[in-house]
């Protein structure tokens, strides 16, 4: 260590020997007169530097006295120097020097507040360097670390940093603001200088921005239709001299297009100056082929814009028309020429096309209409969740008497008792038939058979019966429906019933045909019936019909009767919000007591002469909607996937879970495959 530093002050002794110059250490501070700074040195302008493997703190100690600048060392710079001189240099190039030394070593100096920090090269952008912005030039400083931001006019910011990376050290940085386009260089200053004289050079306008070129004759959806088919290329290679763009300004009648390549554009202008020429009819028959819309549907509409505006139409064209509707036919005056015949609108529903016959002007105007209204519609998927859980429990208890051992005899007896309920329930009935007890506990004391009428029954002197059922169901039914905006759509899940609406009976003795029975079919089940229509905020409009039916009795003798719950209402719901539309809440008890008048009120044995029964029925219905607004076919695709996988999933399992039997195949539903991509438009083919 001590022949390193004797070996460092040598060299350093004599730098300054050749310089020959003196220091003077005692100058006051110009922002502080009353403390003591180093000064800058005084004598010779020129110097001499020879370090060979000295210790960078000791060159850093030397070029400070020469320089007079503060130096703040990381503790990471470590490594020796070698600068080697072989003559005198300019005072003011030793700073230079000393940085262009560093930066060999993977150091750099950041200046900040008149200090001149060494710092690793990788961390130096992290620390407070100078800062220039785009009006700014960056800083005279040679190979100090400093920041410029550079604003782009014309060129991308994003796709400029692949050009600019490999100019930029390793360990500074470049990035793109891609909202104002513009980009954050940190680098050496010398370097800064050069990557803005790049950018300069590149930032600069072409003959390839958007050019606007208006139509006086021709439709300017059509003329870009036949220019786009022509010069797209099918598959656009990935240099941009080769991108071309052209769209048409319906409302102005205007060709926009833009391209990589001038010559392309001068082609466009070319082609569109021989398609934009008037024609010799006014008459012409132009057919436009649809994309979404109905084509008998839009030309209705077509016709009734016109109906009563043909007369401004023939001031834009200078024609003269006559004022009757388009589709109508007028007698033509002596002289008038063919251009004064009336527009033709027809629908041609085989290949969803308009079929339009008239002049240019009023052609462009139809052809600027049909080009909004044929878009594709939004749809809505709807599901309407109904919910229903029911809980019915009952309850019965009753004791019944019965005296029949004097039945059956010659002389007058007495016989009776007390019999309660239906049958199935009551002592007489279950005397007669034990098979026909109802459903509980029947317990009855019986004692041989007695004979009442010719019939043989059990003497059954005592029936106790008691019974309570409890029975729940909860019903969840989701029906869903697609359906475009605007237009009706009905689901129908369930069953067609018969209801006999009259009959026709004969006599015995008549000879008339059969009889005959007529009969009405009903469905009895679910439905749903919406019309839904989409706002430009995002909420659905929805007009509904809902309605859950089942049939509940089929032995009554005037028809069969069906239990019926409907819902018509129309209601604004949120793209994906769940509300409820209806519902029901009820909850009713009923209790039943049957008993001998007096006997049945007497305490403690009063319950051996009565029969009590309760039931109580609780409902809880609701029913809930939630629409979908389906806007492009990838969101209709994701929700198709989502049902689709979920039925094949349940498929699946309902096959695994089978029994050890043979399997025959259960059917399933294929794998689904993604949907093919739509096949770009021949140039061959109509313009659709």
């Not at 004791?399 to 199935?424: E, H, M, P, R, Y």
């Not at 009895?524 to 919406?530: A, E, F, M, P, R």
Request: charge should be neutral.
């Amino acid at each position: 260590m001590k022949h390193r530093w004797l070996r460092t002050g040598f060299v350093w002794m004599v730098a300054l020997a050749c310089a020959g110059q003196a220091w003077s250490a005692n100058t006051e501070s110009a922002e502080n007169p009353g403390a003591k700074a180093a000064a800058r040195p005084s004598g010779p302008d020129m110097v001499t530097l020879n370090f060979v493997n000295a210790d960078i703190e000791g060159v850093v100690k030397a070029v400070s006295e020469i320089t007079g600048k503060n130096f703040v060392l990381d503790p990471r710079v470590k490594g020796t120097v070698n600068i080697v001189s072989a003559k005198p240099m300019s005072r003011s190039l030793v700073y230079q020097v000393f940085l262009s030394a560093l930066r060999l070593q993977g150091f750099a100096a950041v200046e900040d507040r008149g200090v001149v920090m060494i710092v690793p090269e990788i961390e130096a952008k992290m620390h407070g360097s100078p800062t220039a912005g785009p009006q700014e030039r960056p800083r005279a400083g040679g190979e100090t670390i400093q920041t410029q931001v550079f604003k782009l006019q014309h060129e991308s910011a994003a796709q400029l940093v692949t050009v600019l990376r490999p100019l930029i050290t390793p360990n500074n940085s470049i990035t793109a603001y891609a909202n104002n386009n513009t980009l954050v260089v940190t680098d050496y200053a010398s370097n800064l200088q050069r990557i803005e004289k790049i950018i300069e050079s590149i930032d600069q306008p072409t003959d390839s921005d958007s050019i606007i070129i208006p139509l006086q004759h021709a439709s300017a959806v059509d003329v870009a239709q036949t220019i786009g088919r022509l010069l797209t290329e099918p598959v656009q290679a990935a240099d941009p001299s080769s991108r071309f763009t052209i769209a048409a300004d319906a409302r102005s009648n205007s060709i926009l297009a833009r391209a990589g390549d001038p010559s392309r554009l001068r082609r466009v202008r070319e082609l569109t100056a021989m398609l934009d020429t008037p024609t010799s009819a006014g008459g012409n028959i132009h057919v436009i082929y649809l994309k979404n819309a109905e084509a008998v549907k839009l030309a209705d509409v077509l016709r009734s814009i016109y109906s009563g505006g043909t007369a401004g139409a023939q001031a834009r064209a200078g024609t003269p028309l006559s004022a009757s509707p388009l589709g109508q036919t007028t007698a033509q005056t002596p002289g008038q020429t063919g251009a004064s015949a009336p527009g033709i609108i027809q629908a041609d529903a085989a290949t969803n096309s308009i079929i339009i016959t008239a002049p240019d002007a009023i052609y462009n105007d139809l052809r600027a209409a049909v080009e909004k209204l044929d878009v594709r519609r939004a749809q809505v998927y709807v599901e309407a969740l109904i919910a229903e859980v029911s809980a019915n429990k009952a309850a019965e208890f009753g004791v019944q008497w019965q005296d029949l051992t004097a039945a059956g005899k010659s002389t007058a007896q007495v016989i009776g008792g007390t019999n309660f309920g239906n049958a199935g329930q009551n002592i007489i009935g279950i005397s007669q038939n034990p098979t026909a007890a109802g459903q509980g506990l029947n317990i009855g004391v019986i004692k041989g058979t007695v004979t009442i009428g010719g019939t043989q029954i059990l003497n059954l002197g005592l029936l106790v019966r008691a019974l309570e059922t409890d029975a729940n169901a909860n019903i969840l039914s989701t029906p869903t429906l697609l359906t475009l905006d605007n237009e009706e759509a009905k689901i129908v899940i369930g069953q067609n019933v018969p209801f006999i609406t009259g009959s026709y009976a004969v006599s015995a003795a008549a000879t008339t045909p059969t009889p005959f029975q007529t009969i009405e079919r009903k469905d009895v089940g679910l439905t749903l019936k919406i019309k839904p229509q989409i706002s430009e905020g995002g909420t659905v409009r929805l007009q509904i019909s809902q309605e859950v039916s089942s049939v509940d009795s089929t032995t009554n003798a005037s028809g069969i009767i069906t239990n019926k719950r409907s819902v018509d209402s129309s209601v604004l719901v949120n793209d994906g919000q769940i509300v409820v539309i209806g519902g029901l809440m009820q909850d009713q008890v009923n209790d039943g007591v049957s008993k001998v008048p007096g006997l049945g009120d007497l305490p403690l044995i009063g319950s051996l002469f009565r029969y009590n029964t309760r039931t109580r029925n609780k409902t809880n219905l609701m029913v809930f909607l939630r629409p979908t607004v389906l806007r492009t076919a990838e969101r209709a695709d994701s929700l198709t996937d989502d049902r689709y996988n979920y039925i094949l999933g349940e498929q699946l399992k309902a096959k695994q879970s089978g029994t050890d039997l043979r399997d025959f195949g259960s059917p399933t539903l294929p794998p689904r495959e993604n949907p093919p991509a739509a096949a770009a438009d021949s140039p061959a083919a109509p313009a659709k």
